[in-house]
C-alpha cells in the first residue's frame, strides 16, 4: 500500500479531513492533527492574504508544542489550492506554503503543475482531487503523488462516479497513494473504503458538526436534522455541480427541485459563486452520509468514535474470512 512515508506512525485512523471552505480554520486543523488524522484548510480561507503566514506559523508551533508536552506525534497538515483562473492569490499563497515546508498540499480544479514543482522543492506532497479518468490520468501525468476520488455523494464539489468504479480503474495505472471521498461518515466507511483499495478517506461534512468548526450554529444543527434525501445536486452556486443542504436553499428562497443551470464560465470561488447568495455562506455544502451525524460534538470525540467504528469493522471483515 503507498502510504507516503509523512504519514507513518502518525495517524490513528487512515482519514484525511477535507478542506471546507469557509468552515476549516487552525482550530478545527490543530484539533484534527492532534486527534490523529491529517487536518487541512483552504487558503483562501484566510483572508486577507497576509492572514496565511499567520495561520501556518500558530500550526507549526501549537502542534510542535503539544508533541513536545505529550511525547506524541501529531498528524501532519495539509493546505488547499484552488487552481483555477479566478484565485488571483495562487502564486502568493504557494510562496507562503513554501516558506514553512507545508506537508501536503491539496490541489484543485485545473492544472497542479506549478503548485507540483514547488511543493517537490522542499519534498512536500500534491494530493490532486479528481472526479473521472480523463482528470485522473491529466493529473497523475504531471506528477502529483497521490489522487482524491471525489465519487458520488460527496460534500460540495463532487462527481457522479460509483467508488465500485473509479477506485479500481484508477488503482489499475496509478501507483500513487489514493484517497476517497464521497458520503463517508462513519468509522465502517473508513474501512469499506480501504477494502476497496484506497489508501486513505477523505472526509469533510462529518466536521463540519464539530466545535472547533468554523461554521454556523444553524448549519450544524441542520446537518444533525438532514437526511440523504435533503441533498441537492447542483452548479448553479459556482458553476461546478455540488452536493447541499436543501433546507439551506429553501432559506435563502430558491426551490431546490427548480434550480437553473449555471454558466461555468463565471466560476468566481474565491468570493463563493457569482450569486446574492454565496456557495458556503448561505447555501450550506454537505455530502450525502449527513444522516450518520447524530450530534454537534468535539473532533477528538468523533475521531475516537471513528476509530472505535473502524476497529469493529476490521475485526468483523477478518472473523469472516
Not at 487512515?14 to 487536518?39: D, N, R, T, W
Not at 477523505?202 to 472547533?212: D, H, N, S, V
Not at 468566481?268 to 450518520?292: C, L, P, R, Y
Request: hydrophobic share 45%.
Amino acid at each position: 500500500m503507498p502510504m507516503p512515508a509523512i504519514l507513518e506512525d502518525r495517524l490513528r485512523i487512515p482519514v484525511i479531513g477535507a478542506p471546507l471552505f469557509i468552515v476549516s480554520g487552525p482550530e478545527l486543523v490543530i484539533a484534527q492533527c492532534k486527534a490523529g488524522i491529517v487536518g487541512s484548510f483552504p487558503a483562501l480561507n484566510a483572508r486577507p492574504a497576509a492572514l496565511l503566514d499567520t495561520w501556518l506559523e500558530r500550526i507549526t508551533t501549537e502542534l510542535r508544542a503539544w508533541e513536545a508536552q505529550t511525547g506524541k506525534k501529531a498528524a501532519p497538515y495539509a493546505v488547499n489550492q484552488i487552481c483555477h483562473a479566478s484565485n488571483d492569490r495562487l502564486q502568493h499563497d504557494m510562496d507562503v506554503c513554501v516558506k514553512h515546508k507545508v506537508p501536503i498540499i491539496i490541489t484543485s480544479l485545473r492544472s497542479p503543475r506549478e503548485v507540483i514543482s514547488a511543493a517537490h522543492s522542499y519534498g512536500g506532497l500534491v494530493f490532486h482531487d479528481v472526479i473521472n479518468i480523463r482528470h485522473a490520468r491529466k493529473a497523475a501525468d504531471e506528477g502529483v503523488d497521490g489522487l482524491i476520488l471525489v465519487c458520488a455523494g460527496a460534500g460540495g464539489h463532487a462527481g457522479t462516479l460509483s467508488p465500485f468504479a473509479l477506485v479500481p480503474e484508477v488503482k489499475q495505472w496509478f501507483g500513487g497513494t489514493v484517497l476517497l471521498s464521497g458520503a463517508i461518515a462513519s468509522g465502517a466507511a473508513v474501512f469499506a473504503a480501504t477494502a476497496l483499495g484506497a489508501d486513505l478517506a477523505y472526509l469533510g461534512t462529518r466536521f463540519i458538526a464539530t466545535t472547533e468548526a468554523n461554521a454556523d450554529a444553524r448549519y450544524k444543527e441542520m446537518l444533525v436534522e438532514a437526511a440523504a434525501d435533503d441533498i441537492v445536486y447542483s452548479n448553479l452556486f459556482t458553476g461546478v455541480h455540488g452536493n447541499y443542504l436543501g433546507p439551506s436553499i429553501v432559506a435563502a428562497g430558491l426551490d431546490p427541485r427548480n434550480l437553473p443551470e449555471a454558466d461555468k464560465s463565471k466560476m468566481n470561488f474565491g468570493s463563493g459563486g457569482n450569486m446574492e447568495k454565496k456557495a458556503w455562506k448561505d447555501i450550506w455544502g454537505a455530502g450525502q452520509g449527513v444522516g450518520q451525524i447524530a450530534s454537534v460534538a468535539s473532533v477528538e470525540e468523533v475521531v475516537a468514535q471513528l476509530t472505535q467504528e473502524y476497529k469493529a469493522a476490521r475485526a468483523a471483515a477478518l472473523a469472516m474470512a
